[in-house]
């Protein structure tokens, strides 16, 4: 990546998408869609009120995480600001910088009128400002690919944020990095109980019998449903899944260097680079270590690591009966 000093930023909020995504995300699927009215009707509610804080979201940690890449030379955030789910955040928002823009209430011709608006100010920015050097799109609907592959195309760097579960997966592959807020410094984890209890289980039957997955049912639509809602959000992962899958990709990443490089040993930072090709959203601190070489030392089954002064070199393990 260039050097962050002389990086010029641009971010891009779609606040509803994250907001209820979020919401969602503490409280459950679809919690947002079955809450909506009693939000509307009476916010001040306390059962209410107590689970708009559960599902706070930490503005502050998506702009630092921004500020990281470089200067923030614009930082827009779009939503219906009257919305009481919304309403709380505008002091914070303004306080950070940040130019909210309107959107009324959609009628249901213009549901996408957030995903629509954004682009367009995207482009047109990228256009007017030659010496923006990067894009961050917050928000995980689907509806962004094309923006994200047409600011690449411009030849910028583009950086998505989206809640773990309702980021299509289609738009993680489209940007150069992706984030998943959960991941964010600062910002906690959510653990839900009741998911944790009831779906092992029923795991470990379909593993007993040998039968896949079903398919989840794709959820049914409903007027006003928040945009981060699509019908390829990506699934609840479990740790365990989790683990095994970067795992894998640790090591497709080792053959597909070793394919260009065959001396065996190759320096860790480039295998971090291909990791972070094929899938953006990888990040060792996400998984709970402090730096890629911790998380190379805990593969010590599948791969050997060495270290000599600032040079760390690593490669596939050699696996018994090679």
């Not at 984890?189 to 209890?197: C, D, G, N, S, Y």
């Amino acid at each position: 990546m260039p050097d962050s000093q002389n990086n010029r930023v641009a971010v891009y909020l779609d606040f509803d998408n994250i907001v209820l995504s979020w919401y969602d995300r503490v409280h459950g699927r679809n919690s947002f869609a079955r809450d909506r009215q009693r939000i509307a009707e009476d916010p001040g509610d306390p059962e209410i009120a107590e689970r708009l804080r559960a599902a706070v979201i930490d503005v502050g940690a998506i702009i630092d995480y921004a500020s990281s890449f470089g200067t923030l030379v614009l930082t827009r955030a779009y939503a219906d600001w009257s919305a009481p789910i919304n309403a709380e955040y505008r002091s914070q928002l303004v306080a950070r910088a940040v130019d909210l823009v309107q959107l009324f209430p959609a009628a249901a011709y213009a549901k996408n009128g957030a995903d629509i608006r954004l682009a367009v100010d995207a482009v047109e920015d990228m256009f007017r400002l030659d010496d923006l050097t990067h894009v961050v799109i917050v928000g995980g609907d689907s509806d962004y690919v094309p923006l994200a592959q047409r600011c690449k195309r411009l030849g910028r760097y583009v950086v998505g944020v989206g809640v773990a579960g309702s980021t299509a997966k289609s738009l993680t592959a489209a940007c150069d990095e992706f984030a998943s807020y959960d991941a964010l410094p600062g910002v906690g984890r959510v653990e839900r109980p009741e998911r944790a209890a009831e779906a092992p289980p029923a795991k470990r039957q379909r593993r007993a019998k040998g039968e896949s997955a079903p398919e989840p049912a794709p959820p049914v639509p409903e007027s006003g449903s928040p945009e981060g809602a699509t019908e390829d959000e990506e699934p609840h992962e479990s740790a365990e899944d989790r683990d095994i899958a970067v795992t894998g990709l640790l090591i497709r990443a080792l053959w597909l260097s070793h394919d260009k490089d065959d001396s065996g040993w190759l320096y860790s930072s480039a295998v971090k680079q291909q990791m972070r090709r094929m899938d953006p959203s990888f990040s060792e601190k996400a998984l709970g270590f402090r730096s890629f070489s911790d998380f190379l030392k805990s593969r010590s089954d599948v791969v050997e690591l060495e270290e000599s002064g600032h040079e760390r070199l690593v490669r596939l393990a050699e696996q018994p009966g090679d």
